[in-house]
Structures are given as C-alpha cells and as structure tokens.
C-alpha cells in the first residue's frame, strides 16, 4: 500500500503527474478539486454550498474541505494505496493526516514562480469548443484561432498578471507551514516540475524508489506540457 501527498502550484502538473502514477501502480488520484467539480456539475447539496461560498467571492472552508476527504477516504476503494491532491491545507491538517494516515511520501512539484507566470500568461482557451490551448508549445495554425474549430482563442477571466500575483501570494502562504510540517518527519520529496512530464514521473519514480513507468508513447493527455493544464481547468474550484 502506497500512500502519497501531491503537493504544487496551478500548471505544475499536478494532475498529469497522479496520472501517470496511478496508471500501472493502481492508486487511487483523490482531487479535492475535482471532488467539488462534479458536485457543483451535479447540483448535489455540497455543490450547492460550494457554489453558495464561490459566488460570495469566498473560499470553501478548511472544515468542508476536511470532510469531503474523511469522506473519500472512508470509501476504502483504494486497496492499493492513493494519491491525494489538494489536501491538507494547513498545519493543524497535515499533523491530523499524519496521525491518520501512514504517508509514504509527499511529491513537491517546484516551479518558479516565473516559470508559473509564463505558462499561465500563455494559456488559451477556445471561446467555442473549449480546448485549452497553450501558446509555449502548441501555436495554432492560424494566430488566435483554434484549430479545431475556427472558433476564437481568449485568455480565462482569472489568467491576469494581478490575479495570479493574488493566487501566487496565497499558494506559499499556504503551502510552506504544510510542507515545513512535513518535511520536519523527511517525508518531502522536492522535484524540478520544469521538464516534460516523462522526466518529471521518471524522477519521482526515482526519488519514491517506485518502479519506472512502463514504456508508453506519451502522457494520458497527448500533448508534452501543459497544453490541457490537466490539474489547471478552473484550477480547482479555487478551495485554497
Ligand atoms: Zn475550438
């Protein structure tokens, strides 16, 4: 049984990175993000509060995020162990996790902060057809139009220099008493999120003492780097 902590900022690769672990290593990726995604998708009542509390301009409260995992975890599908994203969020949390929970390891995806800046900056999104877009790697055919469907290319509503100097400010102050709290039982595993996503897997795989991935074409969404921002849509539901 393996059990992990993925931790790092919005476009660091979060979730292409569970998923290449979770692929032949049969964990379970928990998003608390995605958790919340499919509840505002299926109007259930937690949707409705998450929906209640975003729409206030406020963030979804530790205690709800906090028992949205209980929940998950209580599931008990994951035989072979999980991948947590987007949990625990504070200290008081991660000492709770690690009473709870015998952790093998918590991946730190590290991103500069620049290299943060220039792949949000770049990120597109099709106004039409909704395909993510990414302007480092992935130009269109045509400048600012998508290759799919013509349709026109724009940046998201939260893409902004100020939004993302707001949402960099509030991702360290969060995550650094996390990380301190576990790096203090040396369980935190740091990895250079700069690379293509095969590198990145490689050396956690390395660092984890994990077997190496088995030889596949290309990571699950097709595309090197962020294209699909996997772990990036609508970063999630902004529960930080
Ligand atoms: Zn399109």
Redo the contacts with the bound molecule.
């Keep these: 049984m393996r059990k992990y902590v993925i931790m790092g900022i919005q476009g660091s690769g979060k979730g292409t990175q569970s998923q290449l672990l979770e692929t032949d290593l049969d964990l379970v990726h928990i998003s608390v993000g995605d958790i919340f995604r499919w509840n505002v998708q299926n109007h259930t009542k937690m949707g409705a509060q998450v929906r209640r509390v975003m729409a206030a301009g406020e963030l979804v409260g530790d205690d709800l995020v906090e028992s949205v995992v209980r929940d998950r975890l209580t599931e008990h599908d994951w035989n072979y162990g999980f991948i947590i994203d987007g949990f625990p969020r504070n200290r008081r949390q991660a000492e709770f996790f690690l009473e709870s929970y015998d952790i093998d390891g918590v991946i730190h995806l590290d991103l500069p902060d620049s290299e943060v800046r220039r792949r949000v900056l770049n990120r597109r999104l099709?106004g039409?057809?909704g395909?993510n877009y990414n302007l480092i790697d992935s130009t269109p055919a045509v400048p600012g139009r998508?290759d799919?469907?013509g349709?026109e290319l724009v940046t998201r509503e939260d893409d902004t220099e100020e939004a993302l100097a707001v949402r960099l400010r509030d991702y360290h102050e969060k995550t650094n008493p996390v990380l301190d709290v576990f790096r203090r039982k040396e369980y935190v595993v740091t990895v250079d999120a700069r690379p293509a996503p095969e590198v990145v897997q490689a050396e956690i795989r390395l660092r984890l003492g994990l077997p190496s991935l088995a030889a596949r074409d290309q990571a699950p969404d097709g595309r090197p780097g962020e294209a699909r921002a996997p772990d990036g849509q609508r970063e999630e539901t902004r529960s930080a």
């Design positions: 099709c039409n057809c395909i998508c799919v469907c349709g």
